[in-house]
């Protein structure tokens, strides 16, 4: 991948997509029939991947659409200034893994695995030894950088931790000369009113699709 993600990537010219342990997502210099049979020969039968795409795809027959999702992608035009809040945000490292994991297991901002933490830059709240709420960054198609895995346990909501946690991610990538920018479900309207509250507006209306290899066809006995 041609972007700020590259160390994490694996594939071959043309196809790049990352370890299972740390995103589902795949990029495509140019996303065509020839690429996703290419992709199809390099991913082994049961991994899932993630597609996506500005525009609505059909997938040859090889492939299986597990899931599509409508997303919005929103790039924050108007910087918000400095992280509001008293919760101290604390730097989530190796050792944060299991709450991270068991934190979005129980709110489901999006794909998050075992190395997801490989993206850096995760920071959370926590309310004595639990991780109450926490956000990070994933995608960096320089000079943007993507804040992900924005979540807060449902008992903590409407305190203010999400908008302290964007504030400050967005706030630290801009430090580094970078551009924020998100994704959200098209239907999350509590979420998007509070990314547009913080600056930030719809670039594009986007389709995710979750594909995997389509089972192959049983055979008749005896062929």
């Known amino acids: 991948m041609i972007t700020g993600n590259k160390g994490l990537s694996e594939g071959v010219e043309g196809v790049q997509y990352f370890a299972s342990d740390v995103s589902p997502f795949v990029g495509f210099e140019t996303l065509s029939l020839q690429a ?18 500005p525009t609505a795809l059909v997938f040859p027959g090889q492939w299986q659409v597990v899931q599509q999702m409508h997303a919005l992608q929103m790039v924050q035009e108007t910087a918000t200034g400095d992280a509001v809040g008293e919760q101290q945000l604390v730097p989530l490292g190796p050792e944060h893994v299991p709450a991270m994991l068991a934190l979005t297991k129980s709110t489901n901002p999006g794909p998050f695995a075992s190395n997801t933490i490989a993206f850096g830059h995760y920071a959370g709240i926590f309310d004595g030894n639990e991780l109450v709420s926490m956000a990070g960054q994933r995608l960096h198609p320089e000079p943007y950088a993507e804040i992900s895995a924005v979540c807060t346990h449902p008992d903590y909501l409407a305190r203010g931790y999400a908008r302290q946690l964007l504030q400050y991610q967005a706030q630290r990538i801009r430090a580094a000369a970078g551009i924020p920018f998100l ?6 309207t509590g979420a998007i009113k509070l990314y547009q509250s913080l600056g930030f507006r719809t670039r594009k209306e986007m389709s995710i699709y979750i594909i995997r290899k389509a089972p192959a066809a049983t055979q008749p006995e005896g062929q």
């Open 36 to 53: 996703l049979g290419l992709l199809h020969d390099l991913v082994p039968a049961k991994r899932m991947l993630g597609v996506v795409s």
């Open 183 to 188: 994704h959200v479900k098209a239907d999350n």
